[in-house]
Structures are given as C-alpha cells and as structure tokens.
T-cell receptor
C-alpha cells in the first residue's frame, strides 16, 4: 500500500535559518504530492503541491520538488520566521479515482526569535 | 467561498453515548472525506463520498461508525456507543471534480470520551 515517511521532529530553528524537512514516499503509479501545515487548534491548510515528476511546488517562500528517482518531496525554505512555527505534513494522493490521501506523521517546527 | 466548516468544534461525552458530527463542504465540491487524527499522528482516512454515494470505507471504520451525505451536500458522521479509544480529532475535507486530488480541510471536531 501507499505510505509516507517524514523526518522525525521536533525541529527547532532560529529566525532566518534555512529549513529542510525530509519526506519520502512509497506508492504505486504516479501520485500527486502535497505539503500541508497545521497551526495549533486548527485544521490542515494546503501549503503546496506537485502533480508529476520534476514539478516544483512553491508558496509563501516554501518549495518542494517531486523527485521520482528518489521518491522524495523534501520541503525547504530559505529563511524561516517565527510565524512559520507549526506542524507540517507530507501527503500523497493517487492519480486515480481512488480518492483518499495518505499522510506522514507530521514534523513540528518551532522557530525562535 | 467560506471554506469547509465543521460542527461542533469540541465534544465531550461519556463512554457509551452516541455522538454526531456535521461537515459542510465548499459549495460545488462533489467529493467529501472524513479523516481521524490522533495526537502526534497524521490524519487517517475513514471514508469518502462522491456526491451522495459513499465510495470507500476504511477498515478503521468499525460497525459503530456510520457516515451519510443524503443530498450530496453536507455530511454527518455518527459514532455509536463511544469508547475512550474514539477520542481524536475528526477532520472533514472536500475536493472538486477537476482537481480531486487537492483536498481542502475543515477545522476539525475534537472528541473526548470520558
């Protein structure tokens, strides 16, 4: 079956530091890949997505590139802010009519001023 | 567009009681999903609807769980005879036909079973 593995957290960085959160996946076929962010007490918000190999998703300074050869979708940001503190989830959705998404366990990011 | 809404946001109940949650998807989104999220974990798929048809149910969805979407708009998730292990955040999401892989999530209903 499909699975998503994220680097274990928590991750603590100083403001303006470089961020990488690793994500690898196992799936049949060619899934779409997503990063979601969850702030305390809230639901998940879509951060960015990529639908095919070598696509780069980007939003709010975050980027991730769909790497089929390494089955990875690592999240990066060049300069984090305190407001980026949240839990980040990597997910995949099959490009079929199956519907459901598979999520990683999340990585908690804390950015200190 | 007001986004996906869920009601209630919090529910505390005693073991053995029944609870029902409601989800209102983004208008014109024909797919609606239910997930369960426990502390420190990612969301786990429970079930999803396309319009009013329930197309898939996870093995996580025991006989005590039932979901409906009678008119293809809002959905309800009912848990009968709640158990302490049912305590979790229940998330609803919706998606549109032309971009069905991209799901938009509601704020969730946090259930605590005492």
């Amino acid at each position: 079956g499909n699975s998503v593995t994220q680097m274990e957290g928590p991750v603590t960085l100083s403001e303006e530091a470089f961020l990488t959160i690793n994500c690898t996946y196992t799936a049949t076929g060619y899934p779409s890949l997503f990063w979601y962010v969850q702030y305390p007490g809230e639901g998940l918000q879509l951060l960015l997505k990529a639908t095919k190999a070598d696509d780069k998703g980007s939003n709010k300074g975050f980027e991730a590139t769909y790497r089929k050869e390494t089955t990875s979708f690592h999240l990066e940001k060049g300069s984090v802010q305190v407001s980026d503190s949240a839990v980040y989830f990597c997910a995949l959705s099959p490009n079929t009519n199956a519907g459901k998404s598979t999520f990683g366990d999340g990585t908690t990011l804390t950015v200190k001023p | 567009d007001t986004g996906v809404s869920q009601d209630p946001r919090h529910k505390i109940t005693k073991r053995g009681q029944n609870v029902t949650f409601r989800c209102d998807p983004i208008s014109e989104h024909n797919r609606l999903y239910w997930y369960r999220q426990t502390l420190g974990q990612g969301p786990e798929f429970l079930t999803y609807f396309q319009n009013e048809a329930q197309l898939e149910k996870s093995r996580l969805l025991s006989d005590r769980f039932s979901a409906e979407r009678p008119k293809g708009s809002f959905s309800t998730l009912e848990i009968q005879r709640t158990e302490q292990g049912d305590s979790a955040m229940y998330l609803c999401a919706s998606s549109f036909t032309r971009d069905q892989e991209t799901q938009y999530f509601g704020p969730g209903t946090r259930l605590l079973v005492l």
